[in-house]
């Protein structure tokens, strides 16, 4: 079907160029000068310039208010959202002004002042009041435009004492979370010691020395099989071993540097973060979150939030904000409700589940071929409490160390329940006893 409209778009305009010289050719014929216009000519073209203009604004009009202000992101669910908001509308307030009254002013002097009889064009050189006029004007309206920018840009980035810090790591194509853990500081990390296990190259002393104990081992091993069947291994083959053998020695010495950026409290800082796919947040609580990327650049954008910062790979980017809103609580906003209610219809139709309102971090860069896939789910808890629960069972399986197998996950909970039960029976026994 669109290709069809876009057919006959493509053929109305091949027939009006086609119309337009076969009126050339018939004017040459008729040995009429093409750019003598006569006064028919002329009404025709305002008429038309008229048309033009109306349909210009009542399809403008009807677009605004059809796919405007901001349909889907109608709440801000953050504090300085309230600021881009309102910036975001002054905005348009000034450019819809400006586009009504400088189009109106554009088409109605065209018809107005068309070529009439005895009408004689008035020759106009220059007005200093007039230059003034339109050059302050615009000069004062995108100072104030770009000030306030700045002032509310200002606000948004100054750092917040005491937010907790939460790192957001972006790769082709996902994002992994890591929680600062009590000490809220992060620890160390480098892309050297990147693996499936540790996707955001976490670094501790621990884990370097694991490394290299493990790698020297490698060595040995290949060493001591070179040495013994050596002579008997294809020439490809003994040159493959030799090159993993040099490649694993270069590794050991790029270790140096990461164990001698160690310190017992970057371990400590390490030691206790934790890497999840999902964000935990708590409203009414400040975070500050700390970007990084392992590939390309990324952009991490939360559209409830209204926050967007670029991940640069080998660079550190930040962004603070406060969610205002939970999870539970956008649930029950009417727009929210509204919306969702027609996208389940659709989806219904379409023989899909039905989904309902989630905060989500996207990727906002075209990074590569998923990138549209780049989604992370954000829930915001209304308490603190709600939030310790998540992060408790988080910690059983997500801490660092447990994460790359330096440490044995927690224990089972219903361990600890029963020694609690067992204390609990102990000391009813005892009361009974006295
Ligand atoms: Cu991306």
Not at 255 to 269: C, F, M, S, V, Y
Not at 416 to 421: A, G, P
């Amino acid at each position: 079907m669109k290709f069809l409209i876009v057919l006959v778009i493509v053929l109305v305009i091949v027939a009006l160029a086609q119309l337009m010289k076969v009126y050339e050719l018939s004017s040459k014929l008729r040995n009429k000068d093409e750019a003598d216009v006569t006064l028919g000519e002329t009404k025709f073209n305002a008429g038309m310039l008229l048309v033009f203009y109306l349909t210009l604004m009542i399809s403008s009009t009807w677009m605004f208010f059809h796919y405007g202000p901001r349909p889907g992101l109608e709440i801000s669910a953050s504090e300085h959202g309230n600021d881009i908001d309102f910036l975001y509308d002054a905005n348009w307030i000034i450019l819809l002004t400006v586009f009504y009254l400088t189009q109106t002013l554009l088409f109605v002097f065209a018809i107005k002042y068309q070529k009439k009889k005895g009408r004689k064009a008035v020759f106009f050189a220059h007005s200093t009041k007039l230059e003034l006029v339109w050059t302050i004007i615009p000069a004062v309206t995108l100072a104030g435009i770009i000030i306030g920018g700045l002032l509310v840009w200002n606000k948004i980035t100054t750092p917040v004492e005491n937010a907790e810090v939460i790192e957001i790591y972006a790769q082709q194509f996902g994002w992994n979370a890591r929680y600062a853990g009590e000490d809220n500081t992060l620890g160390n990390s480098d892309f050297k010691v990147i693996e499936t296990n540790n996707p955001l190259g976490v670094v501790t002393s621990a884990l370097i020395d694991t490394k290299e104990k493990l790698w020297k081992e490698e060595i040995e091993k290949i060493e001591k099989q070179i040495k013994e069947e050596g002579e008997l291994t294809p020439d490809d083959k003994l040159e493959e071993m030799v090159e993993k053998v040099e490649r694993l020695k270069r590794q050991i010495i790029r270790l140096e540097p990461l164990r001698r950026a160690q310190t017992p409290e970057t371990d400590l800082a390490a030691n206790d973060d934790v890497i999840v796919k999902e964000l935990y947040l708590v409203k009414g609580k400040d975070y500050e979150f700390k970007f990084r990327s392992r590939d390309v650049i990324h952009s991490a954008l939360f559209p409830h939030f209204r926050a967007q910062m670029n991940c640069v790979p080998g660079m550190e980017t930040r962004f603070t904000f406060k969610p205002t809103i939970s999870t539970a609580e956008m649930r029950k906003m009417p727009e929210v409700i509204a919306q969702y209610e027609k996208t389940n219809e659709k989806r219904v139709v379409q023989g899909k589940e039905e989904v309902e309102f989630n905060y989500v971090l996207l990727c906002n860069k075209i990074c590569g071929s998923s990138h549209y896939n780049m989604q992370m789910n954000i829930v915001v808890v209304d308490t603190q409490e709600e939030f310790d629960t998540w992060y408790a069972e988080q910690k059983k399986s997500k801490t660092f160390p447990i994460l790359v197998g330096l440490e044995e996950p927690a224990k089972e909970e219903d361990k600890t329940e029963e020694t609690i039960v067992e204390t609990v029976m102990d000391s009813t026994a005892v009361a009974q006893v006295q």
